[in-house]
Protein backbone atom coordinates (compact mmCIF):
# COMPACT_ATOMS: atom_id res chain seq x y z
CA UNK A 1 0.00 0.00 0.00
CA UNK A 2 2.93 1.85 0.88
CA UNK A 3 4.79 1.84 -2.68
CA UNK A 4 1.41 2.55 -4.58
CA UNK A 5 0.82 5.54 -2.68
CA UNK A 6 4.42 6.71 -3.60
CA UNK A 7 4.17 5.90 -6.88
CA UNK A 8 0.94 7.81 -7.31
CA UNK A 9 2.35 11.02 -5.30
CA UNK A 10 5.73 10.79 -7.09
CA UNK A 11 3.27 10.64 -10.84
CA UNK A 12 1.12 13.66 -9.54
CA UNK A 13 4.33 15.32 -8.94
CA UNK A 14 5.65 14.60 -12.29
CA UNK A 15 2.53 15.81 -13.89
CA UNK A 16 2.68 19.21 -11.82
CA UNK A 17 6.44 19.78 -12.74
CA UNK A 18 6.64 18.88 -16.48
CA UNK A 19 5.67 21.68 -19.19
CA UNK A 20 2.21 22.06 -20.56
CA UNK A 21 1.75 21.96 -24.57
CA UNK A 22 -0.90 22.50 -27.15
CA UNK A 23 -1.24 20.12 -29.67
CA UNK A 24 -3.02 21.16 -33.21
CA UNK A 25 -3.03 18.94 -36.27
CA UNK A 26 -3.16 20.98 -39.08
CA UNK A 27 -4.40 19.74 -42.70
CA UNK A 28 -3.05 21.01 -45.76
CA UNK A 29 -3.51 18.40 -48.75
CA UNK A 30 -5.95 15.69 -49.25
CA UNK A 31 -5.48 12.83 -51.87
CA UNK A 32 -8.43 11.35 -53.23
CA UNK A 33 -9.75 7.73 -53.49
CA UNK A 34 -6.55 6.16 -51.88
CA UNK A 35 -6.75 2.30 -51.84
CA UNK A 36 -7.38 1.38 -48.45
CA UNK A 37 -5.47 -1.59 -48.34
CA UNK A 38 -2.33 0.31 -48.62
CA UNK A 39 -3.43 1.46 -45.16
CA UNK A 40 -5.01 -1.40 -43.36
CA UNK A 41 -3.66 -4.63 -43.82
CA UNK A 42 -5.45 -7.30 -45.19
CA UNK A 43 -8.75 -4.78 -46.09
CA UNK A 44 -11.15 -5.31 -49.35
CA UNK A 45 -8.72 -4.32 -52.15
CA UNK A 46 -11.85 -2.71 -53.62
CA UNK A 47 -12.01 -0.07 -50.72
CA UNK A 48 -11.10 3.83 -51.54
CA UNK A 49 -11.22 6.65 -49.06
CA UNK A 50 -10.03 10.02 -49.18
CA UNK A 51 -6.95 10.97 -47.22
CA UNK A 52 -6.03 13.43 -44.93
CA UNK A 53 -2.03 14.87 -45.12
CA UNK A 54 -1.17 16.56 -41.82
CA UNK A 55 1.09 18.04 -39.62
CA UNK A 56 1.35 18.70 -36.27
CA UNK A 57 2.32 22.07 -34.24
CA UNK A 58 3.22 21.43 -30.89
CA UNK A 59 3.22 25.00 -28.65
CA UNK A 60 4.27 25.91 -25.27
CA UNK A 61 8.03 26.27 -23.11
CA UNK A 62 8.62 29.34 -25.91
CA UNK A 63 9.00 26.71 -28.65
CA UNK A 64 7.17 26.35 -31.76
CA UNK A 65 7.56 22.11 -32.77
CA UNK A 66 6.25 20.92 -35.78
CA UNK A 67 5.70 17.19 -35.99
CA UNK A 68 6.19 16.49 -39.60
CA UNK A 69 6.83 19.24 -42.25
CA UNK A 70 4.62 18.02 -45.33
CA UNK A 71 5.85 18.20 -48.53
CA UNK A 72 6.50 21.06 -51.36
CA UNK A 73 8.73 19.72 -54.20
CA UNK A 74 6.91 20.11 -57.90
CA UNK A 75 7.88 16.43 -58.19
CA UNK A 76 5.70 14.86 -55.69
CA UNK A 77 2.81 17.40 -57.08
CA UNK A 78 3.02 15.94 -60.23
CA UNK A 79 3.17 12.36 -59.06
CA UNK A 80 0.49 12.60 -56.34
CA UNK A 81 -2.12 15.15 -57.53
CA UNK A 82 -2.79 16.58 -53.99
CA UNK A 83 -5.97 18.35 -53.76
CA UNK A 84 -7.36 21.50 -51.76
CA UNK A 85 -3.23 21.90 -51.03
CA UNK A 86 -1.33 24.47 -49.77
CA UNK A 87 2.16 24.73 -48.95
CA UNK A 88 2.80 24.09 -45.53
CA UNK A 89 4.89 27.36 -44.60
CA UNK A 90 1.76 28.86 -46.29
CA UNK A 91 -0.75 26.56 -43.79
CA UNK A 92 0.81 27.43 -41.03
CA UNK A 93 -0.78 31.01 -40.39
CA UNK A 94 -3.60 29.22 -40.19
CA UNK A 95 -2.22 27.76 -36.65
CA UNK A 96 -1.54 31.31 -36.36
CA UNK A 97 2.22 31.12 -37.26
CA UNK A 98 4.79 32.25 -39.49
CA UNK A 99 7.54 30.32 -41.03
CA UNK A 100 10.07 31.65 -38.86
CA UNK A 101 8.50 31.15 -35.54
CA UNK A 102 8.98 27.49 -36.15
CA UNK A 103 11.33 26.67 -33.67
CA UNK A 104 11.94 23.17 -34.29
CA UNK A 105 10.59 20.64 -36.67
CA UNK A 106 10.54 16.72 -35.86
CA UNK A 107 10.65 14.22 -38.37
CA UNK A 108 8.48 11.01 -37.84
CA UNK A 109 10.52 9.23 -41.00
CA UNK A 110 11.87 9.87 -44.28
CA UNK A 111 8.89 9.43 -46.27
CA UNK A 112 8.26 12.12 -48.87
CA UNK A 113 5.12 13.74 -47.27
CA UNK A 114 6.63 13.94 -43.62
CA UNK A 115 9.95 15.31 -44.24
CA UNK A 116 9.94 17.04 -47.76
CA UNK A 117 9.08 20.61 -45.97
CA UNK A 118 12.26 20.27 -43.70
CA UNK A 119 13.62 23.59 -45.60
CA UNK A 120 10.28 25.50 -45.44
CA UNK A 121 11.32 27.10 -41.94
CA UNK A 122 14.15 29.19 -41.62
CA UNK A 123 15.21 29.15 -38.39
CA UNK A 124 14.16 25.46 -37.34
CA UNK A 125 16.38 22.76 -36.23
CA UNK A 126 15.09 19.19 -37.37
CA UNK A 127 15.38 16.01 -35.28
CA UNK A 128 15.22 12.88 -36.79
CA UNK A 129 16.23 9.36 -35.68
CA UNK A 130 19.94 8.75 -35.76
CA UNK A 131 19.42 5.43 -37.59
CA UNK A 132 16.94 6.15 -39.60
CA UNK A 133 19.11 9.07 -41.49
CA UNK A 134 21.85 6.61 -41.34
CA UNK A 135 20.33 4.29 -42.85
CA UNK A 136 18.94 6.39 -46.24
CA UNK A 137 22.09 8.05 -46.26
CA UNK A 138 24.05 5.21 -46.74
CA UNK A 139 23.25 1.48 -46.36
CA UNK A 140 19.57 1.81 -48.18
CA UNK A 141 21.66 2.77 -51.80
CA UNK A 142 23.61 0.17 -52.33
CA UNK A 143 22.64 -2.54 -55.05
CA UNK A 144 19.71 -1.18 -55.76
CA UNK A 145 17.76 1.98 -55.20
CA UNK A 146 15.36 2.15 -51.95
CA UNK A 147 12.45 4.72 -52.71
CA UNK A 148 11.61 5.23 -49.05
CA UNK A 149 14.32 8.36 -49.27
CA UNK A 150 13.94 11.09 -51.85
CA UNK A 151 17.72 12.20 -52.82
CA UNK A 152 17.20 15.66 -52.66
CA UNK A 153 14.98 15.17 -48.68
CA UNK A 154 18.81 13.05 -47.93
CA UNK A 155 21.27 15.79 -49.22
CA UNK A 156 19.13 18.35 -47.73
CA UNK A 157 19.12 17.07 -44.13
CA UNK A 158 22.90 16.17 -44.40
CA UNK A 159 23.68 19.81 -45.08
CA UNK A 160 21.36 20.34 -42.69
CA UNK A 161 23.87 18.06 -40.43
CA UNK A 162 27.00 20.49 -41.46
CA UNK A 163 25.31 23.34 -40.97
CA UNK A 164 24.30 22.60 -37.19
CA UNK A 165 20.92 22.64 -37.80
CA UNK A 166 20.52 18.66 -37.45
CA UNK A 167 19.85 16.77 -33.99
CA UNK A 168 19.83 12.89 -34.24
CA UNK A 169 17.86 11.39 -31.58
CA UNK A 170 19.55 8.06 -30.34
CA UNK A 171 17.34 5.41 -29.86
CA UNK A 172 14.01 4.84 -28.18
CA UNK A 173 12.56 6.59 -25.59
CA UNK A 174 14.22 9.29 -25.35
CA UNK A 175 12.99 13.15 -23.56
CA UNK A 176 13.79 15.40 -26.63
CA UNK A 177 12.41 18.26 -24.62
CA UNK A 178 10.73 18.73 -21.53
CA UNK A 179 7.58 17.24 -21.53
CA UNK A 180 8.14 15.18 -24.91
CA UNK A 181 9.38 11.77 -25.50
CA UNK A 182 10.68 10.09 -28.71
CA UNK A 183 9.92 6.52 -29.29
CA UNK A 184 10.82 4.30 -32.39
CA UNK A 185 7.77 2.94 -33.85
CA UNK A 186 6.73 0.03 -35.61
CA UNK A 187 9.30 -0.34 -38.78
CA UNK A 188 7.16 1.80 -41.47
CA UNK A 189 10.43 2.74 -42.55
CA UNK A 190 13.96 2.10 -41.22
CA UNK A 191 13.92 3.58 -38.05
CA UNK A 192 10.26 5.66 -38.19
CA UNK A 193 10.19 6.89 -34.72
CA UNK A 194 6.79 8.74 -32.50
CA UNK A 195 6.02 11.36 -29.99
CA UNK A 196 4.05 11.54 -26.71
CA UNK A 197 3.46 15.08 -25.31
CA UNK A 198 2.49 16.09 -22.22
CA UNK A 199 -0.94 18.57 -22.61
CA UNK A 200 -3.39 19.61 -20.24
CA UNK A 201 -5.81 16.84 -21.26
CA UNK A 202 -3.00 14.27 -20.57
CA UNK A 203 -0.55 12.52 -22.72
CA UNK A 204 -1.02 12.67 -26.23
CA UNK A 205 0.45 10.11 -28.83
CA UNK A 206 1.37 11.46 -32.21
CA UNK A 207 1.43 8.17 -34.27
CA UNK A 208 2.24 9.58 -37.73
CA UNK A 209 2.40 6.82 -40.01
CA UNK A 210 3.13 4.58 -37.22
CA UNK A 211 -0.43 4.30 -37.53
CA UNK A 212 -2.49 5.39 -40.35
CA UNK A 213 -6.14 5.18 -39.58
CA UNK A 214 -8.27 4.90 -36.41
CA UNK A 215 -9.04 1.43 -38.40
CA UNK A 216 -5.67 0.05 -37.39
CA UNK A 217 -6.08 0.31 -33.84
CA UNK A 218 -9.73 -0.70 -33.34
CA UNK A 219 -9.25 -3.75 -35.37
CA UNK A 220 -5.73 -4.39 -33.99
CA UNK A 221 -4.86 -4.51 -37.88
CA UNK A 222 -1.08 -3.46 -38.61
CA UNK A 223 -0.47 -1.05 -41.71
CA UNK A 224 0.10 -2.25 -44.74
CA UNK A 225 3.73 -0.58 -45.48
CA UNK A 226 5.77 -1.83 -42.78
CA UNK A 227 8.98 -3.92 -42.74
CA UNK A 228 7.83 -5.80 -39.72
CA UNK A 229 3.74 -6.75 -39.13
CA UNK A 230 4.42 -7.75 -35.40
CA UNK A 231 6.51 -4.70 -34.86
CA UNK A 232 3.84 -2.84 -35.55
CA UNK A 233 1.56 -4.21 -33.51
CA UNK A 234 3.43 -4.30 -30.61
CA UNK A 235 3.96 -0.57 -31.42
CA UNK A 236 0.07 0.13 -31.17
CA UNK A 237 0.20 -2.12 -27.95
CA UNK A 238 2.68 0.53 -26.24
CA UNK A 239 0.93 3.49 -27.50
CA UNK A 240 -2.68 2.37 -25.56
CA UNK A 241 -0.09 1.96 -22.59
CA UNK A 242 1.49 5.69 -23.17
CA UNK A 243 -1.91 7.90 -24.03
CA UNK A 244 -4.07 8.62 -21.18
CA UNK A 245 -7.24 7.49 -23.52
CA UNK A 246 -7.11 5.73 -26.88
CA UNK A 247 -8.45 8.65 -28.44
CA UNK A 248 -5.49 10.81 -28.25
CA UNK A 249 -3.40 8.13 -30.17
CA UNK A 250 -3.61 10.52 -33.14
CA UNK A 251 -3.03 8.74 -36.81
CA UNK A 252 -1.15 9.71 -39.77
CA UNK A 253 -3.74 9.93 -42.33
CA UNK A 254 -7.15 9.66 -41.29
CA UNK A 255 -9.68 12.35 -42.08
CA UNK A 256 -11.52 11.35 -38.93
CA UNK A 257 -8.77 13.84 -36.91
CA UNK A 258 -10.57 16.69 -37.90
CA UNK A 259 -13.53 16.15 -36.80
CA UNK A 260 -13.66 14.39 -33.93
CA UNK A 261 -11.44 17.50 -32.12
CA UNK A 262 -12.56 21.05 -31.80
CA UNK A 263 -11.51 22.94 -34.99
CA UNK A 264 -9.43 26.72 -34.38
CA UNK A 265 -9.31 27.32 -37.76
CA UNK A 266 -10.30 26.11 -41.24
CA UNK A 267 -8.50 22.93 -41.08
CA UNK A 268 -6.72 22.97 -38.13
CA UNK A 269 -7.95 20.92 -35.00
CA UNK A 270 -6.76 21.54 -31.61
CA UNK A 271 -5.74 18.19 -29.55
CA UNK A 272 -6.01 18.15 -25.69
Known sequence: ???????????????QSTPVYQV???????????????????????????????????????????FDCGFY?????????????????IAIARAGLKPEDITDIVISHIHWDHADGFDLFPNAKVSIQKEELAYY????????RRTAADP??????????????LNLIDGDDREIFPGIRAYTGGKHTFASQFLTVHTAGGTVVLASDNVYLNENL???????????????????DRMKQLATRPGLIIPGHDPAVMKVFPAVAPGVVRIE
Open 152 to 165: DDIVGLVRFNIEGR
Open 137 to 144: AGEAWQGH
Open 218 to 236: EKHVPIAATLDADSNLRTQ
Open 1 to 15: MKVLLATLLCSAAWA
Open 73 to 89: REKFMKQWHPANYEKPS
Open 24 to 66: FAVQYADLKDFAVPALVAGADQSRKMDIAMMFWVIKGEGRNIL
